[in-house]
């Protein structure tokens, strides 16, 4: 089963994706880590040293490499990781999306306390940075709703989650 975590930054991919992995018992990936550990390098340092086009490259090449050597796992993906490259696609045709769908005012309270290890964003006020995540929102709820599953209940809960994967 190959599972894989979609949303906007501040959704709770990462969280939900720990407690999926505990309940089911298949390992976790966390994208953003393995790109971390892939270039040895933080997120903010790819974003200033190479530039957002050369992150997508390499987010799309981390997705595959994983995707492919790996029979079973639930992966908590990055915000932007199912709007470049067909990646929307690709993992639909591998296994399962599931895109937690958090309001943006919740997004909104989560983002503003949380600004530093996310490049986007990092420099934003906090009247930007409720701009910019409706715009963003806007601009990616194309690719979202592509998603196998879709939560739309805030907070998610494990057993929801639960009962849409085996529902599905
Ligand atoms: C991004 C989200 C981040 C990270 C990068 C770009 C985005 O992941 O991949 O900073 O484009 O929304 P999280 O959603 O885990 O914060």
Known sequence: MKIFLIGFMGTGKTYSG???SDKLNIPFFDLDEEIIRH???????????????????????????????????IMACGGGTPCYYNNIDYMNKEGISIWLNTSIDTLYKRLANEKEK????????????????????????IFYGQASIIIDEEPVSLDKLIEKIFHA
């Open 118 to 141: 996310r490049p986007l964003i990092r420099d934003l006020t906090d009247e930007q940075l409720r701009a910019f995540i409706a715009k963003k929102f806007s601009d990616r709820k």
């Open 39 to 73: 270039e040895s390098k933080s997120i903010n340092a790819i974003f200033a040293e190479k530039g957002e086009e050369y992150f997508r490259l390499l987010e799309k090449d981390v997705l595959h490499i994983i995707t492919e050597y790996n029979e079973s796992f």
């Open 18 to 20: 720990k407690q999926l």
